[in-house]
């Protein structure tokens, strides 16, 4: 296993179209993180997965990004109705999470770059 | 808003010299991660510490860290063009949450 792979890595679509997502973690990783990111800011949190169970989503995400992680292994991030703001690099990072010790380091894959026109 | 936030937002040096960037966080962690960020691509973990570490060095690397003032900083000695990149912190609460960045430029 090489790392973490997205799918795909560019994508540009018309407003109000829906794109799907395809993230696939380290396979022995039992976590699985989204976040998105714009032009000179940080990677902003938008939900993660400890096997298929989805933990967390960020108050911040839209009823329009759903995501899901169906057997514990790849994940998908879909985006309903897309709108311009919708524009950003979407990182998938995945990490080995033992016990309650803390959050292991992530290992991020290279981003899909969605332009919304 | 973001629990990590990186200080100063650019940083230019020559080759050789040592670059300091500064994190500071708002919530007790469980520990710190520093990641790097080379342009358009994604970002590469680098040293995590653990809230009851004060130092840790991984070869051109030291990070600090003092939760009394919720602060951290990434020391990147000796150096090298290739170090050109934009470096973050994360805190762990959970999940990561990440500051802004540092830009650092190395002019060769």
């Known amino acids: 296993d090489t790392g973490v792979s997205q799918d795909p890595r560019h994508k540009i679509t018309k407003r109000g179209q829906n794109v799907t997502f395809r993230c696939d973690p380290i396979s022995e990783h039992n976590r699985l993180y989204w976040y998105r990111q714009t032009l000179g800011q940080g990677p902003e949190f938008l939900t993660y997965?400890?096997?298929?169970?989805?933990?967390?989503k960020s108050r911040l995400l839209s009823d329009r990004f759903s995501a899901e992680r169906p057997k514990g292994s790849f994940s998908t991030l879909e985006i309903q109705r897309t709108e311009q703001g919708d524009s950003a690099m979407y990182l998938c990072?995945?990490?080995?999470?033992?016990?309650?010790?803390?959050?292991?380091?992530?290992?991020f894959g290279p981003g899909t770059r969605l332009t919304v026109t | 808003s973001q629990q990590g936030e990186e200080d100063p937002q650019a940083l230019s040096i020559q080759e050789g010299e040592n670059a300091t960037m500064n994190c500071s966080y708002k919530t007790s962690i469980n520990n710190l991660q520093w990641y790097r960020q080379n342009s358009g691509r994604g970002l590469v973990h680098l040293i995590l510490i653990r809230s009851n570490e004060r130092e840790k060095h991984s070869g051109r690397l030291r990070v600090t860290l003092d939760t009394s003032k919720k602060s951290s900083s990434l020391l990147i000695t000796a150096s090298r063009a290739a170090d050109t990149a934009s470096y973050f912190c994360?805190?762990?609460?959970?999940?990561?949450?990440f500051g802004d960045g540092t830009t650092l430029t190395v002019k060769p």
């Open positions: 997965f400890q096997n298929e169970a989805q933990l967390e």
């Open positions: 990072a995945s990490s080995s999470h033992m016990g309650l010790a803390g959050t292991y380091e992530q290992y």
């Open positions: 994360a805190t762990d609460a959970g999940k990561s949450t």
